[in-house]
C-alpha cells in the first residue's frame, strides 16, 4: 500500500518536474554554446524566478521519493 502511494506520488511528481523544466526559457541562447554571451549579468524575477525554485524543490522531492521507494523494497 505505502510503495504504491510513494510510486504513484513520483510518477506525478517526474511529470511536473518536467512541465516545469519545459516551461523556463533558455537565457543565454545558442550564442554561449560557441562562447560568446555571458557578457551580461541576468536576474530571474516573477515567474520565471518561481520556476526556478519549484524546480529545485521538486528535484529534491522526486530525490526523496526515489530513495524512500529504495528503502521499502
Not at 519545459?22 to 520556476?51: C, D, H, N, P, W
Amino acid at each position: 500500500m505505502l510503495k504504491t502511494i510513494i510510486e504513484i506520488s513520483q510518477i506525478i511528481i517526474s511529470v511536473i518536474l518536467i512541465t516545469v523544466v519545459l516551461l523556463q526559457q533558455r537565457g543565454s541562447g545558442s550564442s554561449a554554446i560557441m562562447g560568446g554571451g555571458g557578457a551580461s549579468y541576468y536576474t530571474k524575477r516573477g515567474f520565471e524566478k518561481v520556476l526556478y525554485i519549484l524546480t529545485i524543490i521538486l528535484g529534491a522531492l522526486f530525490l526523496v521519493t526515489a530513495l524512500v521507494n529504495i528503502a521499502i523494497h
